[in-house]
């Protein structure tokens, strides 16, 4: 019989959940901000994550940008955090990555609304 899901959709979504307490309660850089994980995708062999993530409050893709990399030089820290919650042998290499989806999204969803709202307006 199958599985339902693979061992490294687990392990991702096991490292999302303790990612977005250690970054909440350990991390006090404050370039960083409030953290949305948005997906977590781990490697075949587990040797490596990326993390994908947005952050709430930041306006520009430049701030985004600078709070995703001091995440990354931060990600040593999180990796020995993270090695003593999971138990495994080996404990992926994290790396950040500033996700522009949602932000993206909101954005096309404003346009949909304002397109929508015009069409009504000239009927």
């Keep these: 019989m199958a599985r339902e899901f693979k061992r490294t959709d687990r392990l991702g979504d096991a490292i999302q959940r303790i990612l977005a307490q250690l970054i909440q309660f350990e991390v006090r850089d404050p370039?960083?901000?409030m953290v949305n994980i948005n997906d977590v995708d781990v490697s075949r062999d587990l040797a490596s994550a990326r993390v994908f993530v947005t952050f709430?409050?930041?306006?520009?893709?430049?701030?985004?940008?600078?709070?995703?990399?001091?995440l990354n030089k931060a990600s040593g820290f999180l990796r020995s955090h993270l090695a003593k919650e999971l138990d495994i042998r080996v404990t992926p290499r994290l790396t950040f990555i500033y996700d522009k989806t949602s932000v993206r999204g909101q954005q096309l969803s404003q346009l949909i609304d304002r397109a929508v709202r015009e069409d009504r307006g000239e009927e």
């Design 31 to 33: 370039r960083i901000g």
């Design 56 to 70: 709430v409050g930041k306006e520009s893709d430049e701030d985004c940008e600078k709070a995703a990399a001091a």
